[in-house]
């Protein structure tokens, strides 16, 4: 029988464009975002368990989902 | 998750607007959303005032949210990029010295109390009704018709793309917002 590996997701910002607005760390269940210095959000990985309220909430939508390893 | 009482400002901002069309002189308090922000900024190096204390962001998301009056859609690239950002706060700078200007015209004499708020800085609404004299110059009741047409104004804004995008779209290109943000990024650096 073939097994499937799920890997973990975490909430990654674009720190780049992120506008600082705290929204989600607002929604955030695990209280895992923090809005470093004024400047962008910051995601706490072994906090994040991948729920995506934050990206949902994101004004700005700047916050994406992404399986651990993964890069774009 | 844990109420706290600045999770009620927006009852605050609602009274604000509400306020201002009984007795225009209440459009003075606003100008509380303009330094303590900066205030904030400037000595702590945070965004707090748009992370906690907003009014205003968490009406949008009230509206937006529970009511339901929000598309949720994603904002468009351009609304979210640095040059409409800054090009909206600098903008905003304008508009908001001309109305000094306009402030200042009405303190020397050179021209006459206007009462009339102006939305989306070309809509004269007529709003005498709430201007019932002031114990000091008419100029003082100059700056609150023209700083309550800023807040309208934004207000108004920040409504439409509400509707249109999510509900706090508004922070993306608030121009308080932005200007923390600067000063957030010179005062602790890009590290």
Same mark, same amino acid.
């Not at chain 1, 705290?22 to 004024?38: D, L, S, Y």
């Not at chain 2, 903008?91 to 020397?108: G, K």
């Not at chain 2, 004499?109 to 114990?135: E, I, N, S």
């Given at each position: ?15 780049? +464009? ?10 955030? @269940? ?10 962008? &959000? ?16 994101? @004004? &700005? ?12 | ?74 904002? @468009?690239? %351009? ?10 706060? &600098?903008?905003?700078?304008? +508009?908001?010295?001309?109305?000094? %200007? ?8 050179? &021209? ?14 007529? %709003? ?22 800023? +807040? ?14 999510? @509900?706090?779209? %508004? ?10 943000? +600067? ?9």
């Amino acid at each position: 029988m073939e097994r499937t590996i799920r890997r973990k997701r975490k909430a990654v910002v674009d720190t780049d +464009m992120c506008v600082a607005c705290g929204c989600c760390v607002k929604v955030c @269940p695990m209280e895992a975002i923090e809005i470093w210095r004024g400047i962008a &959000a910051r995601v706490a990985e072994e906090k994040c368990v991948g729920c995506g309220k934050c990206a949902r909430e994101c @004004p &700005a939508s700047v916050i994406e989902i992404r399986e651990e390893g993964e890069r774009r | 998750m844990k109420k706290h009482w600045y999770d009620y400002m927006w009852i605050v901002s609602l009274a604000y607007l509400i306020l201002g069309f009984f007795n225009i002189l209440f459009a003075w308090l606003g100008l509380l959303c303009f330094f303590i922000p900066l205030l904030i900024s400037a000595v702590k190096g945070t965004k707090g005032y748009c992370n906690r204390y907003c009014g205003r962001g968490q009406l949008f998301g009230l509206l937006g949210g529970r009511v339901g009056l929000s598309r949720k859609r994603d904002i @468009p690239k %351009w609304m979210k990029s640095r040059g409409f950002r800054y090009g909206f706060l &600098a903008f905003f700078f304008v +508009m908001f010295f001309q109305m000094l %200007w306009n402030t200042y015209l009405v303190f020397v004499g050179t &021209a006459d109390l206007k009462q009339v708020v102006t939305l989306l800085w070309t809509f004269k609404l007529p %709003w005498q009704w709430a201007y019932h004299g002031t114990l000091f110059h008419p100029g003082v009741a100059q700056f609150a018709f023209g700083f309550y047409s800023v +807040m309208l104004t934004s207000t108004i804004l920040g409504l439409i793309t509400m509707v249109l995008f999510k @509900p706090r779209s %508004w922070c993306v290109y608030c121009p308080m917002g932005t200007m923390t943000q +600067m000063i957030c990024r010179v005062r602790n650096g890009r590290k």
